[in-house]
């Protein structure tokens, strides 16, 4: 069953049903609701309550489930077996084992005769009924006949359908766009969906057309508008338009970053553009991929970099290179780690055993055991005197001396004690943490929040 059943348990939504700032709230064993000035705005008579959305909650009373709005008024009866949440503007509901839904007034849509449904994706859902799937519309008019042994969700206007073991596409009046013969399908995205057919694999456009040619033993995910495509154990690239950007004459491709992309021949890279044309020679033993104009390059067990039209413009005397991040790359000589700009200047002395990247203007550094955060010129924010710490985020960094992990900020002060037994990073204002054996959030004060 597709469905992914709610699980009714009041406190799970307590959350959600807070940042509406509205509460739940008991009396004599009935649950009623009030604002958190006190104001009951829906006196306790219900047994349960789950899925609280925008402007409805879902309430049980007598085993049975049905909505109220935000004032309190019943918007259906409380009839049903099951209800689940409000989902771009309607609600599946469930009674004697079959599914029906209602919109935000609560009136039936359709009639509750169908096995199984999915929520409202694109104004359309699918239904299933003795054993075959369709879909209808937000007016609860079915668009096809029920009669596909499997369904996708619509995405940009199209969904794939299945029968008799084979997949097609269809539109949102139901059409089927293309025969139903692939082997395996896709979902459409920038206008094209991949397809499969006797192990060859391709793309379609919008109107059904096979646009990449069902000829590849493997094409990958379009990005930047090219695709890897391999023919007889070789690689090479397609555009959108399916013209063949390369021949497949290469041992291995990466994806395109910045226009350009890695291919290696041979046990030797080089890089080719989005005319397929190599930029340099192909005689690299590796290479990064290109970020901030400058690919790393290796050659003779160095590595150095190159620009965007193939000119090595770092020497080739480094241990392990980094990506361009703001001008500046990590970079590893004898062992020690620093950072050059791209004239290939030491911005950051290579001094540090190593160094992380650069989140909201530092970077974790370690010397000796020891780990700190530096700036971007270098300048030691947060001396390195813990024994782990992790990147920034939401401007706190959790950090660990002596068995025990707290927080720091931007400017390095302590601001949560060092006496947690494990610590996670901060995200919209929370962190989770663990002490004596027992998980919990905490907020940016140190203060446990529920």
């Known amino acids: 069953m597709k469905k992914i059943l709610t699980i ?24 009623g609701f009030k604002e958190k000035d ?22 049980k009373l007598n085993d049975k489930w049905g909505f109220v709005n935000k004032a309190g008024k019943e918007i259906t009866p409380l009839k049903y077996d099951d209800v689940y949440i409000f989902t771009d503007g309607f609600a599946s509901v469930m009674l004697n084992d079959k599914y029906g839904f209602i919109d935000q007034d609560g009136k039936e849509i359709t009639p509750i005769k169908y096995d199984d449904e999915g929520n409202f994706s694109g104004g359309f859902a699918f239904v299933k009924l003795n054993g075959k799937y369709g879909f209808i519309d937000t007016v609860g008019k079915e668009i096809t006949a029920l009669k596909y042994d499997d369904v996708g969700k619509f995405i940009d206007g199209f969904a794939f359908v299945k029968q008799n073991g084979k997949y097609g596409f269809i539109n949102t009046v139901g059409k089927e766009i293309t025969p139903l013969k692939y082997d395996g399908i896709g979902n459409f995205k920038n206008g094209l969906a991949y397809v499969a057919q006797n192990d060859k694999h391709g793309y379609v456009d919008t109107s059904g057309k096979e646009i990449i040619a069902l000829k590849y033993d493997k094409i990958g995910v379009i990005s930047n508008g090219y695709a890897f495509v391999k023919l007889n154990n070789k690689f090479g690239f397609v555009n959108t338009s399916g013209k063949e950007i390369t021949p497949q004459k290469y041992d291995a491709v990466e994806g ?44 003779n067990g160095k590595w150095g970099f190159i620009d965007q039209s193939g000119e090595e413009v770092i020497p080739f005397k480094y241990g392990a290179v980094g990506l361009f991040d703001q001008g500046l790359v990590v970079v590893e000589m004898n062992g020690k780690s620093g950072c050059i ?52 985020s939401d401007g706190l960094a959790y950090v660990k001396k002596d068995g025990k992990w707290g927080f720091v900020n931007l400017s390095g002060k302590l601001v949560i004690p060092l006496k947690y037994d494990d610590a996670d990073f901060f995200k919209d204002g929370t962190a989770k943490v663990r002490l004596d054996g027992r998980f919990f959030y905490i907020d940016k004060n140190g203060k446990e929040v529920k």
């Open 8 to 31: 009714c348990f009041l406190m799970a939504t307590l959350f959600t049903i807070n940042a509406q700032n509205v509460e739940p709230f008991w009396d004599n064993k009935k649950l």
């Open 38 to 59: 006190g104001k009951v705005i829906i006196k306790p008579k219900f047994d349960d309550v789950k899925n609280f959305s925008k402007n409805h909650y879902s309430v």
């Open 256 to 299: 395109f970053s910045e226009g350009f992309a890695s291919v290696k021949l041979n046990d030797k890279y080089s890089f080719v553009d989005r005319f397929g044309k190599e930029i340099t020679p192909l005689k690299y033993d590796g290479v990064t991929y290109f970020l901030g104009g400058h690919a790393g390059v290796k050659l």
């Open 341 to 392: 700009d791209k004239t290939g200047k030491e911005i950051i002395p290579l001094k540090y055993d190593s160094l992380g990247k650069f989140v909201e203007g530092l970077s974790g550094a370690s010397l000796d055991g020891k780990y700190g955060f530096i700036d971007r010129t270098g300048k030691e924010i947060i001396p390195l005197k813990y024994d782990s710490v992790n990147s920034f």
